[in-house]
């Protein structure tokens, strides 16, 4: 399956700050990549869809202005929290699909907001 | 509202047993589900999938069952390593997206 890679693995931040997320497919070019967030003890919850060269598709719920979602090559997608708040901090991943229906996931990013 | 449930958060299994983790889904128009495993602080890894038109998927010691109508799936382990301990979280595709279960974690005792 595809190699995906996340950066950073965790940040910490201070409350009204912006954090970026990135998101690389190391072995497969993209043209879309899923963000998801987890909350603790909770499923994965899928955020926004990423889509190279046009806007992310965002879920129900998820401010498109405060989750900021770039995808400007094949194999780079960026999440950026803005203005982030204590209530931001989660667990962050990234997704890559597969060829059918499975989908292939970064390591994650663990954000802190304090 | 959750569609897609993991109702024991938790599992212990002997080493060299059979681990059998449960998920039940409500959306009838899901047609094909996945198991993934995931270590703490990393990504889930893709384990193993079934399309909605069978009802078993073996693959290793990894064997998805899937019985449509009691919209209910599970994975059965067998034999159980250690290395297997992990968060196992089934997924359902409808309408393009991915539902995650809460998860059950699995620990495989030596």
């Known amino acids: 399956g595809a190699v995906v890679s996340q950066h950073p693995s965790r940040v910490i931040c201070k409350s009204g700050t912006s954090v970026k997320i990135e998101c690389r497919s190391l072995d497969f070019q993209a043209t879309t990549m899923f963000w998801y967030r987890q909350f603790p003890k909770q499923s994965l919850m899928l955020m926004a869809t990423s889509n190279e060269g046009s806007k992310a598709t965002y879920e129900q719920g998820v401010e498109k202005d405060k989750f900021l979602i770039n995808h400007a090559s094949l194999t780079l997608s960026t999440l950026t929290v803005t203005s982030a708040h204590p209530e931001d901090s989660s667990f962050y991943i990234c997704s890559v699909p597969g060829q059918r229906y499975e989908q292939y996931f970064g390591p994650g990013t663990r954000l802190t907001v304090t | 509202d959750q569609q897609v449930k993991q109702n024991s958060p938790s599992l212990s299994v002997q080493e060299g047993r059979i681990s059998i983790l449960n998920c039940d889904y409500t959306?009838?128009?899901?047609?094909?589900f996945l198991w993934y495993k995931k270590y703490p602080a990393e990504g889930p890894t893709f384990l193993i999938s079934?399309?909605?038109?069978?009802d078993k998927n073996e693959d290793g010691r990894f064997t998805v069952f899937l019985n449509k109508s009691a919209k209910h799936l599970s994975l059965h382990i067998v034999p159980s390593q250690p290395g297997d301990s992990a968060v196992y979280f089934c997924?359902?595709?409808?309408?393009?997206?991915?539902?995650f279960g809460t998860g059950t974690r699995l620990t495989v005792i030596p």
């Open positions: 997924a359902s595709i409808g309408a393009n997206n991915l539902f």
């Open positions: 079934i399309s909605s038109i069978k």
């Open positions: 959306n009838s128009m899901f047609d094909y």
